[in-house]
Nanobody
């Protein structure tokens, strides 16, 4: 069993910053791609950023230049540094990871989410 635990959400003012963290624990052989998703009120969940085990990153256009995803493979963690926050960034943010529990088996796992609220 693998668990993902997010932390770092909270309330920020428009233009401010927050840093989200996610740690994976359990029966981990290797973590491949890691992601941050979000679900805003009344909207579908969307992929915000992703990072491969080699550090290749991708972002949705709306956060490019403002958010930075990073990871520490030795600690099984992924982070999302969010700057220049906007009210539209208000959402529940979820950590997601593709985890190999053995050389031949890979599963996807989700965290429970952390609320980010940006006020004007």
């Amino acid at each position: 069993q693998v668990h993902l635990m997010e932390s770092g959400g909270g309330l920020a003012q428009s233009g401010g910053s927050l840093r989200l963290s996610c740690v994976a624990s359990g029966d981990i052989y290797k973590i491949n791609d890691m992601y941050w998703y979000r679900r805003a009120p009344g909207k579908q969940r969307e992929l915000v950023a992703s990072i491969t085990s080699g550090g290749v990153t991708n972002y949705i256009d709306s956060v490019k230049g403002r958010f930075t995803i990073s990871r520490d493979n030795g600690k099984n963690t992924v982070a999302l540094q969010m700057s220049s926050l906007k009210e539209d960034d208000t959402a529940v943010y979820y950590c997601h990871a593709d985890v190999q529990v053995s050389p031949n088996y890979e599963f996807t796992y989700w965290g429970h989410g952390t609320q980010v609220t940006v006020s004007s």
